[in-house]
């Protein structure tokens, strides 16, 4: 077992983890952080995609350990108190989603691409969403909500 430390969602957080184990897995059942979704825990699907130090990883490939000093933010750690985020609430306009079991995932990876790259494109951003699979809709609703975002923000 080893002792980590780890700040999520802006909170000092730690555990005592088995060297393999996930940093999905610490989230979910160690933190109760449950709103970081496992998919296909192959990094294929990228439901788990939190954000690391300010890049989106896939939580289901990354050990609980690797994280160890890290700043992570999850799903739960998005959104003001009083309400949505500014792309949670695009997406929520958008009628992005369906069923919500990719959400997260989308929302985490889409976070961390337009805080670096907030004059995104249409193509720039399906580039950087490709990496993310849903079930339910046809993608362009999510690519709407992610673009209605981008705008938002522009206009301040």
């Known amino acids: 077992m080893v ?3 780890v700040t999520v969602n802006g909170v000092a957080r730690g555990g005592c983890v088995e060297p393999r184990r996930t940093l999905a897995d610490f989230l979910r059942e160690d933190l109760d952080l449950t709103g970081t979704h496992v ?4 990094g294929v699907c990228g439901a788990c995609t939190v954000i690391v130090d300010g890049r989106a990883v896939r939580s289901c490939l990354m050990l609980a350990v690797q994280a160890a000093g890290s700043e992570v ?3 739960e750690g998005l959104a003001p108190d009083d ?3 500014l ?4 997406m929520w306009d958008s009628h992005s989603f369906q069923c919500g079991f990719c959400t997260p995932g989308f929302v985490m990876q889409a ?3 337009l805080s670096a790259h907030p004059g995104a494109d249409e193509q720039e951003i399906r580039a950087a969403l490709s990496g993310n699979i849903c079930r339910c809709t046809g993608y362009q609703s999510i690519i709407d909500g992610v673009l209605l975002a981008a705008e938002r923000s522009r206009q301040g």
């Open 73 to 75: 933010t999850t799903i």
């Open 83 to 85: 309400g949505l985020g």
């Open 3 to 5: 002792d980590i430390a």
């Open 39 to 42: 998919g296909c825990e192959h």
């Open 111 to 113: 976070t961390a691409f």
């Open 87 to 90: 792309l949670q609430q695009a």
